[in-house]
C-alpha cells in the first residue's frame, strides 16, 4: 500500500513562494508517474504539475512559468516550487501518485496566499 505525505504549506503573501513535499512509502518500487492537483473550495480538483508514466512533465497553464516539479528518484518524492503566488492559488494542495494500475492520494496540505 503506498502511502504519500506532503508538507510545506502554508500561508503566504502574494508574490511570495513556498515548497511543497510529498514522500512516498510502502513500495521498493520506482514511482514515475507523480504530481500536484489542488482543489479551491466550491471548485472541481485540478492538475497543477505532474510527471507521467512516461517523464513527461505536464503543467496547468495557470502556473506555467511560476511553479516547477522536481522529483529525488531515489527517495520517490516529488517537490513543488511555488513562485510569484496569487491569491487564486489558495487551495488545498494533494500529491498524487500511479503505480501498477492504481492511484493514490495524499492528505492534502492547505496553501493559503493573501492579497
Known amino acids: 500500500q503506498v502511502q504519500l505525505v506532503e508538507s510545506g504549506g502554508g500561508l503566504v503573501q502574494a508574490g511570495g513562494s513556498l515548497r511543497l513535499s510529498c514522500a512516498a512509502s510502502?513500495?521498493?518500487?520506482?514511482?514515475?508517474?507523480m504530481g500536484w492537483y489542488r482543489q479551491a473550495p466550491g471548485k472541481q480538483r485540478e492538475l497543477v504539475a505532474a510527471f507521467t508514466s512516461g517523464s513527461n512533465l505536464n503543467y496547468a497553464d495557470s502556473v506555467k512559468g511560476r511553479f516547477t516539479i522536481s522529483r529525488d528518484n531515489a527517495k520517490n518524492t516529488v517537490y513543488l516550487q511555488m513562485n510569484s503566488l496569487k491569491p487564486e492559488d489558495t487551495a488545498v494542495y494533494y500529491c498524487?501518485?500511479?503505480?501498477w494500475g492504481y492511484g493514490y492520494w495524499g492528505q492534502g496540505t492547505q496553501v493559503t496566499v493573501s492579497s
Open positions: 498524487n501518485a500511479k503505480l
Open positions: 510502502g513500495t521498493s518500487y520506482r514511482i514515475n508517474a
